[in-house]
């Protein structure tokens, strides 16, 4: 999982709640990534960052906001506005259009 | 637009037996291409990546690839596989000529289970 970490492991809420993931690397790499993983769905693009007070839309960011005021945080916010929360999020982060290091990943359960 | 496919959703190989996992991808112009493996409830790990140069490339844990340009191929192989290579299987392209980091489109996954 090199030298990124995301908290808590598990997270749960109710819903209506809005609830932040934590997501830090001391790679010192420009950009990061957040992905949502579903069964069978693989990894689909929430939003990523190419560089420090800049962020752009994936393809489902929707219901997701992000901001990037740090290098090495890249905080992800899912709304009360995302219909259908509960998955597992994983946060990566890479030097340029190479490999991407991911996290270890964060289970959200909305109830 | 890119995109990666990953043909089987499930590949049971037995414990010893070589094993390959397909990947075939689409990008415009030359691709940078990866295999990451995931175990249960954990981040993707980094495999191994073609960029340029030799068509095969070998990669952790005894894992190979074969890059055939002319099949927009990239399948993964491993000569003997171990009950340990048990996971879920992701391979991602990103077009070569880039600017900045453009995010890698990934498969959906190939679940490898290997059977003792």
């Known amino acids: 999982d090199g030298g990124i970490t995301q908290s808590p492991k598990y997270l749960f809420r109710k819903e209506g709640q809005n609830v932040t993931l934590s997501c830090e690397q001391n790679?010192?790499?420009?950009?990061m990534y957040w992905y949502r993983q579903d069964p069978g769905q693989g990894l689909r693009l929430i939003y990523y960052s190419q560089i420090v007070n800049d962020f752009q839309k994936g393809d489902i960011a929707e219901g997701y906001s992000v901001s990037r005021e740090k290098k090495e945080s890249f905080p992800l916010t899912v709304t009360s506005a995302q219909k259908n929360p509960t998955a597992f999020y994983l946060c990566a982060s890479s030097i340029h259009a190479y490999e991407q290091y991911f996290g270890p990943g964060t289970r959200l359960t909305v109830t | 637009a890119q995109s990666v496919a990953q043909p089987e959703d499930q590949v049971n190989v037995a414990e010893g037996n070589p094993l390959t996992v397909k990947c075939t991808y689409s990008v415009s112009g030359n691709p940078y291409l990866f295999w990451y493996v995931q175990y249960p409830n954990r981040g993707l790990q980094f495999l191994l990546k073609?960029?340029?140069?030799?068509?095969l490339v070998k990669g952790s844990y005894g894992f190979e690839a074969e890059f055939n340009k002319s099949q927009t191929s990239f399948h993964l192989k491993k000569p003997s596989a171990l009950v340990s290579d048990s996971a879920l299987y992701f391979c991602?392209?990103?077009?070569?000529?880039?600017?900045?980091?453009?995010?890698?489109?990934f498969g959906k996954g190939t679940r490898l289970s290997v059977i003792a």
């Open positions: 790679l010192n790499h420009d950009a």
């Open positions: 991602a392209v990103s077009p070569s000529v880039v600017s900045g980091n453009t995010p890698l489109v």
């Open positions: 073609y960029i340029t140069g030799d068509n």
